[in-house]
Every structure is written in structure tokens, then in C-alpha cells.
């Protein structure tokens, strides 16, 4: 049976949906009244005559009628209805702190924002700076009210949980450091998505339990040979425990996908068979390092992170493969905002971090005008912002500020702007932002329409999603890589760990096509510069190597690449 503060809540939500889809102001009040009000009496309304419900203080006679439907039924049909009506993150939006039914409206009948993800997203972006309501500490308060209601509900991109990750593992190389420690599983890997994180160690349980007790973690329990427990954030650790000799082999074992353990040890088990070493020496414990294990099993060594694709496995009897890319491989910032859009800093600030971070030069490319969320920019404001970059570039040489733009693709595949004007810009960014809730057939040939404009020199974000938020726009995959192949258009790998697309296993076949990719971190600040570093570690899982990759080019190669693509176009 419901009581009073069950009831009450249930009144409290009706009257937050209400303010939220803006239905009668008046109503939504007397129903939050009621919910005061029910909190406050006396009596269980259970145990109250139905008859003499409506007589009780602050309860009039429509909101009588609706406590004994909950009471009768369990249910609330005006509530229901709106709930069946509001996207499930709008609802997840009413959990967070700071943010009352007023903004949430705003939020999601205004900035079109429907889950917590893309809100995060938007906060990352600056975009609630411009609407009513919405300041710089707001903002900051509502994407720090986010990131804590995340790590209650046990899953993290890889870039939120690294930090936490590391200090965890140094904590305990620190604090025994006779001992055998290592990140472990997905988290070692450096998995996109993380549920949990786990460390390997030869630490006794004892000294575990201790450790993690020091570290006031919660729940802390003991299964077979590992210790479960919980970080004060509410993020999920688990400590596995195992023998010396056993490290290394249960090390290399969690750092795999199954697909690349299954082939690695059929090789393995060929390579034993060719062996001529006892069987006494055969076991795998005796490898100190996984180099060594690599080695005994006649393959080229390949760190945690790119041991996804069994095609990423070269016996020992092949040639080295080619080095795959690394930030040092980096030579440019493509694809960042300026606060000439949505971004946060001057272009001549993000010029000269580029400089100080040692990147030869800088595709700034802010938002088109029907972007008008991002304050995207009209034909007069681009002239502006031209002339403005070539007097930063008369006084920034040899270091080049390139002209871009992220051209909105619009419903009918079309480009946000006359062919004259974007002719003006030195490479254009074709990406979807709008309507983004499409049928295959109709993402297709929008995506299609927008690769073989001349003006399209980089896809943008393929796909639209946004990890652990939205799951993208269903597409061909191959289709698109094709036509992009075909087309001379560049494949962007959006390095904001929120995006991370194209996905890296499309990386393979990218390459097979000869399709040129381009890390780009898509940048709303100078802080934004550092997601390339994801974007690098997702790369390197589908085997990218620096030669395919546009944001590797010198300025002179990327020059003579602007050169060589506009006389095909």
C-alpha cells in the first residue's frame, strides 16, 4: 500500500511534467501544493475514508479523486500519460541537481537536447551560455551534477576513467612495491566503454582489503580470488589476486578481445608444436614479460590497446608491420570552434596554444549559420572572420591558420551555403547536427548527397552518435566508405571522447579502400586540443598508421594536398 510520501511523489512529478511540457501552469502549482501538503498530514491517507479525503487540509476535491485512483489502482493515468509522452532522459534530466522543470523545458523543447549525454555534450560546447538562465557557473554546476549521476549508474567512457584509474594503480605500486601490479582487463585495454575498473596484483587479500579500506572504499567483498568494491564516487573496482608466476600470463589473457586470444594462441599452440624445448619449459609462467610471451609464440609483439582485430597479429616470419600512429604523429589541430561560434577562446588564443604545443598549424571551423544554436555564422561574418585570420597570419608566419567551416549538411544532403561561399573557405567539414532521427534510407542519401558536393573535403562525425548517449543514425558503413573513397573526401575520426567516430574496427576497411582519415579532436577550447590523445588510442585499435592519417601531413603536404584536391575538383 502506498503511503503519504509515495503519494506525494507521485504529485510532485505531475506537476514538474506539467511546467516541463507546458501545460496549465495553474494545475501544476496546486498539484506541487499538494504534494507539500500530503507530506505534511497527520494521518496515512491509506487509512482514510475515501469519502473524507477531500476534506483534509490543502486537498480539494480533483486532487481527491486522484489519490484514490493511486490508492485503488496504483497508478496515476494523467502522470502516466506524460511520462509516455517525455523521453527517458528528459526524465534522467529531473535526477540532476540544478537543473528545475523551467530549464529542463528549455533545455529540451529549445536546445532540441533529449538525454544526458548530449546535454553533457552541450555543456562541453558552451551552448547553454546562450540561452536565458544559463551562466558559466550554471553550466559548470549541471556537467559536474552530471559526470557524479554517471558514475552511480556504472558506466564511463575510457577518458572519464583513466585518471581514476591510474591513481588507483600507482596507489599500489606505491604501497607495495615488492609486489606485481598492473591495470587490468577492459580498463588496461583502454576500451571506449568502461563498466568497471580492475587491477591485477600479487598482493595477499589481506593487504588488499587494508589497502582499499585506506582508500575508504565501500562494500567490500571477497569472491573466489578477487576483491569487489565500491570508490566513493559510486565507481565499481575490482582487485584480482595471483601468484607470481601466474601475473603475466593472466595480465596478457584480460588485455585481449576474444577474437584476438582465439587466434593469437592457434599460432601459439603451431609454434609450440615446432618447438624443441621440453614441455617442462613450455609453460607460459615462465615469461617475465609479455614481450617474452609474444615472442615464444612466434608473433610480433602488439600492446594492450590494439589487441582487438585477430588481424592485427603478424607471425614473427612476416616483416614488422608498419608502426601505427601515435600523438607524436600530429602535426595540425583540425576541426576546432572558436568563440566566433561556440567555442571559448579567441582564435589567436588557440593559434598560439597550437604554437606552444609545437602543431605547425590550425583548421579553425566553426559552425555554419543554420547552427543557430551555436551562434553559426552568416555570409557577412565570415567575410569578417577572414580578414581577421589573414591579419593573424601576416603576424603568426611560418605557423598558418587554415579557413574552415563545419558546413551543417541539411535534410536534402545540401550544404548550409551558396557555392560561392564555400569556395571562400581553404577546405570545408560537411557534418549532420539536425534531425538526426532518420531511417537508413534516408541517412544514406543525405550523407550520399553531402559526399559528392565539390565543396566537401572532410565527413564529419559519421555517424552522429554520442557514447553511452545516443547511438547514431543507422548508415552503410561500407557504402559511405566507398563513395568517400570515390569521391577524394576525407573520413574524420572525431577524437571528443564522447564521439570517438568514425568507430575504429571501420578503420580496416577505410585503409583497404585507400581512404584518407584524419584525427581531429573537433575542439571547443584549447583544453580540447588534449582529446586528440583519444582519438590516437582508438585509431591505433584499427591499426591507422600516420601515412593515412590528414592530420599528420607537415604544412607543406597538407598545402600541396589543398592544391592537388581543388584542381580535381
Known amino acids: 500500500m502506498l503511503d503519504n510520501y509515495a503519494i506525494a511523489d507521485q504529485f510532485s512529478l505531475l506537476a514538474k511534467l506539467m511546467d516541463i511540457h507546458g501545460e496549465n501552469s495553474f494545475k501544476a502549482k496546486s498539484y506541487s501544493s499538494a504534494a507539500f501538503s500530503i507530506e505534511k498530514l497527520p494521518v496515512q491517507l491509506s487509512d482514510t475514508p475515501r469519502e473524507k479525503i477531500a ?47 523551467k530549464k529542463i523545458a528549455t533545455i529540451w523543447k529549445e536546445m532540441g537536447i533529449e538525454s544526458l549525454g548530449e546535454l553533457l555534450y552541450a555543456c562541453n560546447e558552451n551552448r547553454l551560455l546562450m540561452y536565458k538562465g544559463f551562466g558559466e557557473k550554471t553550466q559548470e554546476s549541471v556537467k559536474q551534477s552530471i559526470q557524479f549521476y554517471n558514475a552511480n549508474k556504472g558506466q564511463f567512457l575510457y577518458a572519464e576513467i583513466e585518471p581514476f584509474a591510474q591513481q588507483l594503480e600507482n596507489f599500489f605500486i606505491n604501497r607495495f612495491p615488492d609486489q606485481q601490479t598492473s591495470l587490468y582487463g577492459d580498463t588496461r585495454r583502454q576500451a571506449i566503454i568502461i563498466t568497471k575498473v580492475e587491477l591485477l596484483t600479487t598482493t595477499s587479500m589481506p593487504d588488499i582489503q587494508s589497502a582499499l579500506e585506506a582508500l575508504q572504499f ?81 608473433i610480433h609483439y602488439l600492446p594492450p590497446n590494439q589487441r582487438e582485430l585477430p588481424e592485427a597479429i603478424q607471425p614473427l616470419s612476416n616483416s614488422e608491420p608498419a608502426p601505427v600512429i601515435t600523438t607524436a604523429d600530429i602535426k595540425s589541430v583540425i576541426h576546432s570552434h572558436s568563440n566566433w561560434s561556440d567555442g571559448l577562446h579567441t582564435i589567436e588564443t588557440m593559434a598560439k596554444a597550437c604554437i606552444e604545443k609545437g602543431y605547425e598549424y590550425l583548421v579553425i571551423s566553426d559552425h555554419s549559420k543554420s547552427a543557430f544554436y551555436a551562434n553559426g555564422l552568416s555570409v557577412d561574418r565570415i567575410r569578417e572572420q577572414h580578414q581577421y585570420i589573414d591579419e593573424l597570419n601576416a603576424s603568426l608566419s611560418p605557423f598558418h591558420i587554415f579557413k574552415s567551416i563545419e558546413c551543417d549538411i541539411l535534410s536534402d544532403g545540401s550544404l548550409d551555403y551558396d557555392n560561392d561561399t564555400l569556395n571562400s573557405f581553404d577546405l570545408v567539414i560537411a557534418s549532420v547536427h539536425s534531425n538526426l532521427k532518420m531511417t537508413q534510407e534516408k541517412a544514406m542519401q543525405r550523407l550520399l548527397t553531402a559526399i559528392q558536393h565539390p565543396a566537401t573535403a572532410i565527413l564529419g562525425h559519421m555517424t552522429g552518435r554520442l557514447l553511452l548517449s545516443r547511438p547514431g543514425y543507422p548508415i552503410d558503413h561500407k557504402a559511405i566508405i566507398d563513395a568517400c573513397a570515390d569521391n577524394n573526401v576525407v573520413i574524420e575520426i572525431n577524437a571528443h571522447p564522447r564521439r570517438l567516430d568514425l568507430d575504429w574496427s571501420w578503420i580496416p576497411y577505410a585503409l583497404e579502400k585507400n581512404c584518407l582519415l584524419s584525427i581531429d579532436p573537433d575542439a571547443h577550447s584549447v583544453e580540447g586540443f588534449e582529446d586528440i590523445r583519444y582519438g590516437v588510442i582508438a585509431a591505433q585499435k584499427g591499426g591507422l598508421t600516420a601515412r593515412h592519417n590528414l592530420s599528420s601531413f607537415t604544412l607543406d603536404q597538407f598545402r600541396n594536398w589543398l592544391t592537388a584536391r581543388k584542381q580535381r575538383k
Do not use: W, Y
Request: aromatic share 4%; with cysteine; glycine share 8%.
Open 218 to 298: 565501500q562494500s567490500i567483498q571477497t569472491e573466489n580470488e578477487s576483491i569487489h568494491a565500491q570508490a566513493p564516487d559510486g565507481t565499481q573496482v575490482i582487485v584480482h589476486q595471483c601468484l607470481p608466476n601466474e601475473f603475466i600470463q593472466q595480465l596478457f589473457t584480460s588485455s585481449c578481445s576474444q577474437l584476438f586470444l582465439d587466434r593469437f594462441q592457434q599460432l601459439a599452440i603451431t609454434a609450440k608444436a615446432g618447438s624443441s624445448e621440453s614441455s617442462a619449459t613450455e609453460s607460459s609462467n615462465r615469461f617475465k614479460t609479455e614481450a617474452a610471451l609474444f615472442q615464444s609464440a612466434g
Open 55 to 101: 476534506g483534509l487540509k490543502g486537498i480539494g476535491d480533483s486532487t481527491s479523486k486522484k489519490i484514490s485512483e493511486l490508492l485503488d489502482t496504483g497508478k496515476l493515468t494523467v502522470l502516466d500519460e506524460l511520462i509516455s509522452k517525455t523521453p527517458q532522459g528528459i526524465l534522467e534530466m529531473m535526477q540532476i541537481k540544478g537543473l528545475g522543470p
